[in-house]
């Protein structure tokens, strides 16, 4: 399956959360294939300390010069491989911006990958906008995992993707499967009890039970090139993402 | 001054702090302009429920009609003016990406509204992504002020900013005078205070002294259209935010 995460709401737990998706595939055994879409490179940097530094060697290569994917791939131990971004990606909103051709390309290129290559699991990290890029994630994908932080403007973020996916419907020719999930949870704080009712009363059965809370090993792990079960495993932070996975993989959600 | 806020790295604290800067120093009596210069219109929402419904009455109608700013502020109470943002500003980087005359949009509105009217402040909230907007907000400005979580994440994101600024000293045809602002900081943790140190280290005299603190007030006043002070004068967030601005204005970055 191909889970797009996506929220265009900046600092959600996007790469976090693509980041420990992924590890828990990994751990139970599937072949799972990381793709970043953003050109800052967050989650290519959790993957090694200096992020490529070429761009023929990123996801911009195949954008720019077709390269297919499966020159791309680059091993991540634990997890599996990551096709790896690059700051050139920036350009690629300008560059292509306009052919309706083009947000086929990464569905395309993908396509083409599994010809050769088996992944049970293709999780696809975005960006905080709804470019080029973004769409070409959400073309792509079979699911949508959307993380919610537990606050209100991030919640405001939640409610606009709810309005784009239905515009978008018509052109994606079907209703994306997708699930909202709640991070960086906080017990203490009424707040995140407000948001996740919000949440539930907006998107019902698409918002999942599961909430990531908010727990520093999380944060801590990525400065360490490690995802949260290999850095702090019987953190609080490991437990709600595998227990997200279970959830996940168990519902309908999953194909 | 015209100060823009800004970090491509996504949400570090830009809009809040946009909103409490642009608060404080109304509450010391300053003329304050507030430009929102997000498609997702963060800062519009906190000034009223509904984002504008209109895109001719927002910053994108200066884009594609060129109307005049001054056409397009609305009422702020307790703060100053606002010139809305607007979903449709999503097409400003395909519609304009190309030509180099559009980079300097925003400074010539600006220039041409500062004729009739008068603002000690101008804050430009921006948003995740290096793109025509935010370019727009970076050849405006006086200054930056450039928010940073106390996360590795976001630390990453604050080192990319450098470079770029650097990369864009020749079209800028100067150095922008910049602050760092450490935000989102949680005394109990290890990590923030290693953030700072390191923050410090890259940045020197260019780290505010000054952190926000992280307060569940900060998160809570947007849902209910306010600023940290007239919500919780008393708070931590407050303090802090007020303390900031004593610090910007009384710094060499200040103009
Ligand atoms: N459950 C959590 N507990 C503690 N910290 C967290 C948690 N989830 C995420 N974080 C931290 O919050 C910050 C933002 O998370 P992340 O970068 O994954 O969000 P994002 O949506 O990918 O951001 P962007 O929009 O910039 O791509 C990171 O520093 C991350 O380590
Ligand atoms: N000091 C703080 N204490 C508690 N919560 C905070 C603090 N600063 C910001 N927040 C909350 O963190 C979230 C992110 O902040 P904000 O939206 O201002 O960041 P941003 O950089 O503008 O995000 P984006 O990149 O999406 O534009 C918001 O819900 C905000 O209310
Ligand atoms: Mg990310
Ligand atoms: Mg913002």
Do not use: C, H, M, Y
């Given at each position: 399956m191909r889970i797009a995460i996506f929220n265009?709401?900046?600092?959600?737990g996007k790469t976090t959360t693509t980041l420990n998706i992924a590890a828990a595939a990994a751990r139970l055994g599937q072949q799972v294939l990381a793709v970043d879409l953003d050109p800052q490179a967050h989650l290519t940097s959790i993957h090694?300390?200096?992020?490529?530094?070429?761009?023929?060697?990123?996801i911009f290569s195949h954008y720019r010069?077709?390269?297919?994917m499966s020159e791309l791939l680059l091993e991540w131990p634990g997890i599996g491989s990551i096709i790896p971004a690059h700051?050139?990606?920036?350009?690629v909103d300008s560059l292509?911006?306009?052919?309706?051709?083009?947000?086929n390309k990464l569905n395309a290129g993908l396509h083409a990958l599994e010809r050769t290559h088996v992944h049970q699991l293709t999780v696809i990290d975005c960006c905080p906008f709804l470019g080029v890029l973004s769409l070409n994630a959400l073309f792509a994908a079979d699911g949508l995992v959307v993380p919610v932080a537990s606050d209100f403007l991030s919640l405001r973020g939640a409610q606009q993707i709810d309005r784009t996916l239905k515009a978008l419907e018509p052109v994606l020719k079907q209703r994306l499967a997708r699930r909202y999930v709640l991070t960086r949870?906080?017990?203490?704080?009424?707040m995140s009890f407000e948001i996740h009712a919000m949440l539930r009363e907006a998107f019902g059965d698409d918002v999942c039970s599961t909430v990531i809370s908010e727990n520093v090993a999380v944060a801590e792990a990525p400065s360490h090139h490690r995802d949260i079960f290999s850095y702090a495993g019987q953190s609080r932070g490991a437990q709600d993402y595998a227990e997200l996975f279970d959830e996940l993989t168990s519902s309908a959600f999953y194909q």
């Open positions: 265009q709401k900046g600092g959600v090694r300390e200096d992020t490529i530094s070429e761009s023929r060697d990123s010069d077709n390269r297919p700051a050139e990606l920036i350009k292509f911006g306009k052919g309706p051709a083009i947000l949870f906080d017990r203490r704080r009424k």
